[in-house]
């Protein structure tokens, strides 16, 4: 009789569970996570107050609503403009002949 109470109790939990988590995905919008572009920034305020005289920490935080500014945040700060590099001559497998075939 106590097996039964028991596996009872968990099928009643299992549709419990699967009823909320149908109830929640039918109402829940997907769409509210982040803000929408557009220009200016988003102020974040970031501290923390410690208890006593003069303790914690403050600072605020700008994300632009760019996409394009706030994927630039992204890159470190000696690598936001490209490298010129040198592009191998597709002809010359070597890289060592000019374009008349003599070694120079």
Known sequence: MDLAYAIGGVVAIVVLVVLLARARAKT???DRRGIEP???DVLID????AGGL???HS???RIPRDPQKYAKG???GGKRRPRERPQPDRDNEDGDENEDGDES
């Open 28 to 30: 829940e919008r997907k």
């Open 38 to 40: 557009g220009e200016g």
């Open 46 to 49: 970031g501290g923390y107050h």
């Open 54 to 56: 003069g303790g914690g």
């Open 59 to 61: 600072s605020v935080t």
């Open 74 to 76: 992204f890159v470190p």
